[in-house]
Structure formats: structure tokens, C-alpha cells
């Protein structure tokens, strides 16, 4: 049974000695090859022709080159036989090799050129106008939620300012708040009697009807006593919100 090490035996053998840095390598198959170059022994240097590498010495340094003509210089010719386009200096046509400086193709070339130039203006004068209406739009939605934003603004203050009239009202309860309107005290102390007698009275001499209406305000005036932050105490204790 081999050792569990065996596998170790199998490795690469060595080749010998290796050749020194710098020194003749003759191969056997031919001897294609008579030198290696060593370790650290810097490649030849490959002359380069100065004319070469001339752009690129002031790369970054030079403005871009563009063709700055202007449209009229720009047009390209259309053979009027064939239909092919062709280039700004094209004297004859690249594909049927017709005359490009003919009189007829000349004109036909100058018709199509003012064409185009009057097709791009109208293009142009209609964007134009798209777009003012398009801005004038957007001014005039903006203005429009301007003036919703203000009059909503001035709905919400007048409520503010009617509430906040009110709130005096329901400070503590709403029943204490009504007794307060009566200026004399002993008028409230009245107000007061009458409020608690009266649904006592209905409820306790008057006919069906009556009762339910002495019912109906006995619940109202002992209602209108319970504190106003018993009843806005789920919404944070304040009433006006």
C-alpha cells in the first residue's frame, strides 16, 4: 500500500543547473536560437522618426480644428441623374460620373438649396412660436395655482380667525361658556335655573311630546357642561385643529 506522501514523489524533477545571466544558450533542435537575454538587460531601443511623433508634442495645446463654413458653403450636391449626394468639391458624380457643374444641374441644385433654407426657416419660426405658447401656458398655470394657493391661504386664516373667536366659547365647556355671555352674575345664576328646571319641568308635567323635548334638552345642557378636552383628547387636546 503506497504512503499517503506518495504523491510528493512525482513532482517535477530538476533540470540542472541553470545558465547564468548573460551567458550562450545552444540548443540541440537546430540551433535556431544562439542567446537568451538575461535578466535585468534592457530590451534595444527602436528608433522612432521624429516626424512621427511631431502631433503629439503639442497634444492638449492647440484648439480643436472645426469646420466653421457657413451653411451656404456647405451644400452638397445632388446628381439630378441619379439622385446620389455628393461631396462639397465633387466635380462629377460618384456613381453614373454625370457633369455636377452643368448649368441645368447648377440650378436644379440652387432650387433645391433655397428650398430647404425656406423649409428650415418655417421649421425653425415654428418652433418658435411652440414654444412662446408653451411658456405662455406654463405663466399662466402657474399663475392660476398662484392665485388658488392665495385664496386658499385666505380660507384657511378665516377659519383660523373665526375658530379662534369661538374658542373663548368652549373654554372650559361650552355651557360655562355661554353662562359667561350674560354680564350680570346674578342673571347667570338664573340662566343657570332655568336650564336645569326647565327640562325638569317637561319631563315631569308635560304631555308625550313635551317629554321627549325636556328629554332631549336635559341631555344637551348636561353635555354642554362636560370639559371641551374630554372631547378633543383624541386629537391631541386641541379643539381648533
Not at 512621427?52 to 439630378?80: N, S
Not at 439622385?83 to 452643368?102: I, K, M, V
Not at 375658530?163 to 365647556?173: A, K, N, T
Request: glycine fraction near 8%.
Amino acid at each position: 500500500m503506497s504512503s499517503k506522501f506518495s504523491r510528493f514523489l512525482h513532482l517535477e524533477r530538476s533540470r540542472g543547473e541553470k545558465t547564468p545571466p548573460g551567458g550562450q544558450v545552444r540548443l540541440q533542435d537546430g540551433n535556431r536560437f544562439e542567446s537568451v537575454v538575461g535578466p535585468g538587460e534592457a530590451p534595444s531601443s527602436v528608433a522612432v522618426p521624429e516626424a512621427h511623433v511631431e502631433r503629439f508634442k503639442h497634444h492638449g495645446q492647440t484648439p480643436l480644428a472645426l469646420d466653421a463654413a457657413p451653411q451656404a458653403e456647405q451644400r452638397f450636391p445632388r446628381c439630378i441623374q441619379c439622385q446620389t449626394e455628393n461631396g462639397r468639391f465633387s466635380q462629377a458624380c460618384t456613381t453614373c460620373g454625370a457633369d455636377l457643374q452643368s448649368p441645368e444641374q447648377l440650378a436644379d441644385n440652387e432650387q433645391r438649396w433655397r428650398a430647404q433654407e425656406q423649409f428650415d426657416a418655417e421649421t425653425r419660426e415654428r418652433m418658435t412660436v411652440r414654444q412662446k405658447a408653451q411658456e405662455r401656458d406654463e405663466a399662466e398655470r402657474l399663475a392660476e395655482h398662484q392665485r388658488y394657493t392665495e385664496q386658499l391661504t385666505r380660507a384657511l386664516e378665516k377659519d383660523r380667525s373665526f375658530i379662534s373667536r369661538l374658542q373663548p366659547l368652549f373654554e372650559p365647556s361650552l355651557g360655562v361658556g355661554l353662562l359667561r355671555l350674560v354680564p350680570h352674575p346674578q342673571a347667570r345664576w338664573i340662566v343657570l335655573a332655568w336650564a336645569i328646571g326647565l327640562p325638569v319641568l317637561l319631563v315631569r308635567f308635560g304631555n308625550e311630546p313635551l317629554r321627549h323635548l325636556g328629554l332631549y334638552l336635559g341631555v344637551f345642557v348636561a353635555l354642554s357642561f362636560i370639559p371641551t378636552w374630554l372631547w378633543t383628547a383624541g386629537r391631541g387636546g386641541r379643539w381648533d385643529r
